[in-house]
């Protein structure tokens, strides 16, 4: 029986070293992570058998598949549905990446609850939304409901937001990029097409942004209100 081959060389790939090229004698080089033969306890001169090559594949594969978890979360926090699906995207096959992700929640580098937090926190401040678009969203990145409700109801506690008050800064912030028959139309006391179709605009944009009852009632009022007190007449 033809012995295993021996490893002759550990050759460093790239500026940091973290992959290295497996040089056997008699048979072509691979590539293979650092940490995986450091986990392995190989090394040159070590002789390398099929069995312990399948092995040292697993450990690769494990280093791997962290290694670009760790690197997508190193952007923002993501939730554990969403992070799945970027790494089956990467060509990782989901018996490797859920125990790695098991493995990212054990250490709390991988928190739902956390990413929601972030993610209504991340829309406040920059596309401010309803409570309930908000919990839509969350919802469909895996968030468990009632954990998508809790998160977006402590965001805007601790925010100090409210659906009103946000639907009231949508509703202006919208005036702002409007015409000055739009809003002369929102100003008119009488019921006229323009007037309604103004505010039918204004509903229509203020309820894809996830105000919904009082708060979008509200804002409609108040935004009438601002068009009548800019008016010339």
Excluded at 84 to 94: A, D, H, I, S
Excluded at 186 to 211: I, Q, T, V
């Amino acid at each position: 029986m033809t012995a295993p081959p021996r490893i002759t060389r550990l050759e460093p790939l790239g500026p940091r070293g973290l992959e290295v090229l497996v040089h056997l004698e008699g048979a072509e080089p691979f590539e293979v992570t650092l940490e995986a033969i450091e986990r392995s306890r190989l090394g040159v001169g070590d002789r390398l058998s099929d069995d312990a090559r399948k092995e040292l594949a697993e450990l690769d594969a494990d280093v791997r598949v962290r290694e670009a978890a760790l690197h997508l979360l190193s952007f923002r926090a993501r939730t554990r549905k969403e992070l799945e699906t970027r790494l089956r995207q990467k060509g990782f096959p989901v018996g490797r990446i859920r125990p790695c992700l098991d493995s990212l929640e054990g250490k709390g580098l991988l928190d739902d609850e956390a990413a929601a937090a972030a993610f209504v926190r991340d829309r406040l401040r920059h596309r401010p939304r309803g409570r309930s678009r908000l919990v839509s969203e969350l919802r469909a990145k895996g968030v468990d409901a009632d954990l998508a409700s809790e998160a977006t109801r402590q965001v805007f506690e601790d925010e100090e937001v409210t659906d009103a008050g946000l639907a009231r800064e949508g509703a202006e912030s919208w005036m702002g990029r409007q015409g000055a028959a739009t809003l002369a139309a929102l100003a008119d006391d009488a019921h006229s097409p323009e007037r309604d179709k103004a505010r039918r605009r204004l509903y229509g944009y203020l309820a894809r942004r996830g105000f919904r009852s009082e708060a979008l009632t509200a804002a409609l009022e108040h935004a009438e209100r601002i068009a009548r007190s800019r008016s010339p007449g």
